[in-house]
T-cell receptor
């Protein structure tokens, strides 16, 4: 159980175009979904936290107008990279949780990631 | 100051040996602690979590937590070549995870 999928698994786009990445919790309803970015040889950096039906909360330094997050349902969140540039090329990973923030074993289930290359 | 720091790698151990990974964190209010394994090009997969002081064992893995010292570690016993990966320490503050930079482990056959 607790499977998270992402689509697409990889995408190549031209500079200036927009790309949408989907994150789905397949067998559970997620209270919260998270979007991370990982550059080569670096760790995961949280971009934003997303709750169904409300605006995403972005981490400091993340442009909310560039990285649009829509959380349409308890099982689906999307990240749209608008006007992508080569520096946006990265590994984008989503996660989802069904626990509550105060739970000791609060666990995030990670999707397989999306490799974005902007040419 | 980084929130979560891990011992720099890479760490190379012979097959069958114990790999020891360390992690320190800066926020004393941190509630729970996670170890993830990440293979190259893949997303992280959870190995185990710990939230009480002491040791927690799961198969060949043992996590140790010392909140007074703000320190958490992971021991991998009887290391196997399939354990070769980057290990990420993550700390939960409220609902957000902060990740360390990771330690790359190579198990030599």
């Amino acid at each position: 159980g607790a499977v998270v999928s992402q689509h697409p698994s990889w995408v190549i786009c031209k500079s200036g175009t927009s790309v949408k990445i989907e994150c789905r919790s397949l067998d559970f309803q997620a209270t919260t979904m998270f979007w991370y970015r990982q550059f080569p040889k670096q760790s995961l950096m949280l971009m934003a936290t997303s709750n169904e039906g409300s605006k995403a909360t972005y981490e400091q330094g993340v442009e909310k107008d560039k990285f649009l997050i829509n959380h349409a349902s308890l099982t689906l969140s999307t990240l749209t990279v608008t006007s992508a540039h080569p520096e946006d090329s990265s590994f984008y990973i989503c996660s989802a949780t069904l626990g509550l923030a105060g739970d000791p074993g609060y666990e995030q289930y990670f999707g397989p990631g999306t490799r974005l290359t902007v040419t | 100051q980084k929130e979560v720091e891990q011992n720099s790698g890479p760490l190379s151990v012979p097959e069958g040996a114990i790999a020891s990974l360390n992690c320190t964190y800066s926020d004393r209010g941190s509630q729970s602690f996670f170890w993830y394994r990440q293979y190259s090009g893949k997303s992280p997969e959870l190995i185990m979590f710990i939230y009480s002081n002491g040791d927690k064992e799961d198969g060949r893995f043992t996590a140790q937590l010392n909140k007074a010292s703000q320190y958490v570690s992971l021991l991998i016993r009887d290391s196997q070549p399939s354990d070769s990966a980057t290990y990420l320490c993550a700390v939960n503050n409220d609902y957000k995870l902060s990740f360390g930079a990771g330690t790359t482990v190579t198990v030599r056959a």
